[in-house]
């Protein structure tokens, strides 16, 4: 049965007239001229059977069919193009891994460790997008992802990593490059938050034996990597996964200033969903993740 889908010429002149409200603008964008603009979207709008522009005081406007319209064909062509891309740029004889990784976690953990398997699978081409909140597999062009455990990976099998673990960190000479003589010393101190964990700093004083209201109180940062670069910079005391900061603390850029760990509410998982999961790309990134994680496990165990 054939698709009801206009051709991709008129799809683009509608989505460039759209966008520039405009037959004129579009005409230069595409390199047509203004009469086949015009034409293209009268024969798109005779396929759907739906006026797409309307004249106000002689200024192109979109009718409220072609605004919901413009919207989905320009997602549509986003998404076209980038399927087209990621096809032409096809190594034949690669193989690809498609992987989708929490932001800070990416930039902190990952990436700093991502050479080792390149030099173990030089034939593995890894492409890694951040990606903050839990998504759907069959809406995304994931063939893995490195997250929390949540419920929209029902169809999908987690394997487990690590534990997450908090602890206190802020540059050397925010405290002069001693530690502090107590946990409450920190309450001294600007708190740093993370948005999404806003009690965080208060059960951490809470097990330090020290609770205080006035660890609710500080900035919040949308993401760890905003807090952690804070707290390099002097801006204060920020609480986030030792996971982020092991490297920094070796380097001196950070340092902890009174040495207790708060367990996290997260653990981090391996999630592949069940149509990939026989994968060789997957198989070989999963297989040294594990390694990787269980080296990592142990060198935090006896921090």
């Given at each position: 049965?054939?698709?009801?889908?206009?051709?991709?010429?008129?799809?683009?002149?509608?989505?460039?007239?759209?966008?520039?409200?405009?037959?004129?603008?579009?005409?230069?964008?595409?390199?047509?001229?203004?009469?086949?603009?015009?034409?293209?979207?009268?024969?798109?709008?005779?396929?759907?059977?739906?006026?797409?522009?309307?004249?106000?005081?002689?200024?192109?406007?979109?009718?409220?069919?072609?605004?919901?319209y413009s919207q989905r064909v320009q997602e549509s062509l986003d998404k076209l193009e980038m399927d087209t891309t990621l096809t032409m740029a096809h190594d034949a004889g690669r193989i690809s891994l498609e992987l989708a990784v929490l932001p800070?976690?990416?930039?902190?953990?990952?990436?700093?460790?991502?050479?080792?398997?390149?030099?173990?699978?030089?034939?593995?081409?890894?492409?890694?997008?951040?990606?903050?909140?839990?998504?759907?597999?069959?809406?995304?062009?994931?063939?893995?992802?490195?997250?929390?455990?949540?419920?929209?990976?029902?169809?999908?099998?987690?394997?487990?990593?690590?534990?997450?673990?908090?602890?206190?960190?802020?540059?050397?000479?925010?405290?002069?490059?001693?530690?502090?003589?107590?946990?409450?010393?920190?309450?001294?101190?600007?708190?740093?938050?993370?948005?999404?964990?806003?009690?965080?700093?208060?059960?951490?004083?809470?097990?330090?034996?020290?609770?205080?209201?006035?660890?609710?109180?500080?900035?919040?940062?949308?993401?760890?990597?905003?807090?952690?670069?804070?707290?390099?910079?002097?801006?204060?005391?920020?609480?986030?996964?030792?996971?982020?900061?092991?490297?920094?603390?070796?380097?001196?850029?950070?340092?902890?200033?009174?040495?207790?760990?708060?367990?996290?509410?997260?653990?981090?998982?391996?999630?592949?969903?069940?149509?990939?999961?026989?994968?060789?790309?997957?198989?070989?990134?999963?297989?040294?993740?594990?390694?990787?994680?269980?080296?990592?496990?142990?060198?935090?165990?006896?921090?």
């Open positions: 049965m054939r698709r009801k889908i206009p051709s991709t010429s008129m799809l683009e002149a509608f989505e460039s007239a759209a966008r520039h409200l405009s037959f004129t603008r579009a005409a230069d964008e595409l390199s047509f001229t203004e009469s086949a603009i015009s034409r293209k979207i009268a024969l798109l709008e005779e396929y759907l059977g739906v006026q797409l522009f309307t004249r106000v005081k002689k200024r192109l406007q979109l009718t409220d069919a072609g605004k919901s800070t976690f990416a930039l902190k953990w990952l990436m700093p460790r991502l050479h080792e398997f390149n030099a173990l699978h030089p034939e593995v081409t890894i492409h890694v997008a951040a990606r903050e909140e839990p998504f759907l597999f069959s809406e995304a062009p994931f063939d893995a992802a490195i997250h929390f455990d949540h419920p929209v990976w029902a169809n999908a099998t987690s394997t487990y990593l690590f534990t997450e673990e908090l602890i206190p960190i802020c540059s050397p000479q925010l405290i002069g490059g001693k530690h502090c003589r107590k946990p409450a010393d920190l309450l001294d101190y600007v708190l740093m938050h993370k948005t999404g964990r806003p009690e965080a700093w208060s059960r951490w004083f809470e097990l330090a034996g020290c609770p205080d209201a006035r660890a609710l109180k500080g900035p919040r940062y949308n993401m760890y990597a905003m807090s952690i670069e804070a707290a390099r910079r002097g801006a204060g005391i920020a609480l986030v996964p030792r996971t982020y900061v092991m490297d920094d603390i070796e380097s001196g850029q950070l340092t902890v200033p009174w040495e207790m760990v708060v367990p996290g509410a997260k653990d981090y998982y391996f999630v592949v969903p069940e149509q990939k999961q026989a994968s060789q790309g997957v198989q070989l990134f999963l297989a040294w993740l594990l390694k990787v994680a269980e080296q990592y496990r142990d060198v935090t165990e006896q921090a």
